[in-house]
C-alpha cells in the first residue's frame, strides 16, 4: 500500500476504526482502506502474536480496567516493544506518559 499524504510504500498500515492508518506518518487514509477492499487485501494486523503471546493481551487489559486513552496507550507499546518495534515503541511510550503528566498536572 502507499500513503498518499507521506508518499511512503509500505505494508506498516493498520486499521483503526475503519481508516488506515500509515505507521510512518500517522495519517489517517480511507481512500486506501477502500482500495484494499477492493483488492481483497489480507488484514494481518487484526490479533497479532505481539499482543496474542500474552497471558492478558494489553487491548483486553485495557478495556477490562477502563484506563485512559493514554495509559492504554503506554501499556500497549511497553508490552510490545521487545517483539516488535524495540526502542521506537518505548519512545512512543515516553511520548504518551507525557502527554498524560501535560493534561493531569498542567
Not at 510512518?24 to 477492499?37: I, V
Not at 510490545?80 to 504518551?96: I, S, T, W
Request: charged share 25%.
Amino acid at each position: 500500500m502507499k500513503c498518499e499524504y507521506c508518499k511512503v510504500e509500505t505494508k506498516q498500515m493498520n486499521l483503526i476504526r475503519g481508516k488506515w492508518t500509515c505507521i510512518p506518518c500517522g495519517t489517517y487514509n480511507n481512500k486506501d482502506l477502500m482500495k484494499a477492499l477492493k483488492t481483497s487485501e489480507p488484514v494481518s494486523n487484526i490479533n497479532p502474536t505481539h499482543y496474542t503471546d500474552f497471558a492478558i493481551p494489553p487491548n483486553e487489559y485495557i478495556t477490562a480496567n477502563k484506563l485512559e486513552w493514554e495509559v492504554g496507550n503506554v501499556i500497549k507499546y511497553v508490552t510490545r516493544y521487545e517483539k516488535k518495534n524495540g526502542l521506537e515503541d518505548l519512545v512512543k511510550a515516553q511520548k504518551y506518559i507525557a502527554l498524560l503528566i501535560e493534561r493531569k498536572y498542567s
